[in-house]
């Protein structure tokens, strides 16, 4: 079973509006990071933003926040007031465990996402 | 603070050779991690190395292999390249502090092999 499942492989939104990327996943461990990061054409991964599984609160960092439902298993990305410089390949990841010892990144497949003047 | 830097950007190799690759992390960083990204698997963890010793290993053959030296930069290795190893190969650097457990990614080595 795939751990990080991304149900959108592509989408297309008209500039500043509001964007919500989809992210599910699995796993057993009580301790677990979930993140989102942005790959441009140029390729290099950047990160955007973080949430812990101990997290009560949902992360948020600029006009990225993380709307975490543990319950559900989800942890969608919202890119509040979209801007051309935000098309690019959304990928969501997970480390289980936490800090020394944890595993690595697993990635879901990505949402290429395309914002429209 | 200079991010992650990774060396050479771009590689071209012929099948049967092999390659190395150079990553060196963000200062104060002891963590780093590789990555094989292509269009057909996706994004792979491939190992992690912390204090010169390897952590985690994801499902690769021991043709891929790394190591990391004692100012945390490290290398990972290809032999017998394949023409299946074409890929953008990621490093990532992290601080290995439970509190604060984010990779930074450097830009990548691009390989293709002819």
């Known amino acids: 079973a795939q751990k990080i499942t991304q149900t959108q492989p592509g989408m297309f939104v008209q500039e500043k509006e509001a964007v919500t990327l989809d992210c599910t996943y699995d796993t057993s461990d009580q301790s677990y990071g979930l993140f989102w990061y942005k790959q441009p054409s140029s390729g290099e991964m950047i990160f955007l933003i973080y949430q812990g599984s101990y997290d009560e609160q949902n992360a948020t960092e600029g006009r990225y926040s993380l709307n975490f439902q543990k319950a559900r298993k989800s942890a969608n990305l919202v890119i509040s007031a979209s801007q051309l410089g935000d098309s690019a390949m959304y990928f969501c990841a997970m480390r289980e465990g936490r800090g020394g010892g944890a595993d690595g990144l697993t990635f879901g497949k990505g949402t290429h996402l395309i914002i429209q003047p | 603070k200079a991010g992650v830097t990774q060396t050479p950007r771009y590689l071209i190799k012929t099948r049967g050779q092999q390659v190395t690759l150079s990553c060196s992390p963000i200062?104060?960083?002891?963590?780093v991690s590789w990555y094989q990204q292509t269009p057909g698997q996706g994004l792979q963890f491939l190992f992690e190395?912390?204090?010169?010793?390897?952590?985690n290993k994801g499902n690769f053959p021991g043709r891929f292999s790394g190591r990391q030296f004692s100012n945390s930069r490290s290398e990972m290795n290809v032999s017998t390249l394949e023409l299946g190893d074409s890929a953008l190969y990621l490093c990532a650097s992290s601080s290995w502090d439970p509190r604060v457990d984010t990779q930074y990614f450097g830009p990548g080595t691009r390989l293709t092999v002819l």
């Open positions: 190395y912390f204090s010169e010793t390897q952590r």
């Open positions: 200062s104060g960083h002891r963590s």
